[in-house]
């Protein structure tokens, strides 16, 4: 008699499994209101040393660009993290232009100002390669730099794709 309510239990309990595993099509991602500005971007950092010629300083760097508590499509996070400047500031955007950028942006992580001008990001770019990948471009300078303020660096990446 165990063993019957034991078998009983055990097909209630496998129809209840399945009842659960809910085939429907609502795999869709959900995004936030940034994307497609919002992502981890693998870039490099560049300083002009004459018209149309540049040195590179940091290769293979990270930036981060993140919705803000808002979640709304006119404001990001741009965030380096320290791989280069270790910056991180509020930005004026237009997820739906993809293009951000200001001037006088509060460095939180530093008493600092910090201007990113040109931003843009670039769906389905092809790479040299012939790869399509989303691209990045922005130009940033910092009212802390050594150099006098106005001093641009260029990034320009993309995005990162979690294989070297």
């Known amino acids: ?17 399945l009842a659960s595993c809910d ?3 609502d795999d869709e991602i959900e995004f936030t209101a940034t994307y497609p500005l919002s992502g981890d971007w693998t870039v490099n950092y ?7 010629q540049f040195e590179p300083l940091v290769e293979h760097g990270e930036v981060l660009i993140y919705n803000t508590s808002e979640n709304v499509p006119t404001e990001i996070w741009v965030d380096d993290q320290g791989n280069f400047w ?5 930005s004026p955007a237009d997820a739906n232009a993809r293009t951000f950028g200001g001037e006088g942006l509060q460095d939180v992580q530093h008493d600092a100002v ?7 990001v670039f769906l389905d770019a092809v790479t040299v390669n012939g790869i399509k990948r989303d691209s990045i ?5 910092f009212s802390d730099d050594e150099e006098p303020f106005g001093t641009i660096y260029h990034v320009y990446g993309h995005r990162s794709t979690g294989f070297e």
């Open 1 to 17: 008699m165990k063993l019957k309510y034991s078998y009983l239990l055990i097909m209630l309990l496998s129809v209840g499994f």
């Open 23 to 25: 085939d429907d099509d």
């Open 46 to 52: 560049s300083i002009e040393t004459a018209p149309g």
């Open 86 to 90: 270790d910056f991180k500031t509020k």
């Open 114 to 120: 910090v201007n990113i001008a040109n931003g843009q």
């Open 137 to 141: 471009y922005f130009q940033v300078s």
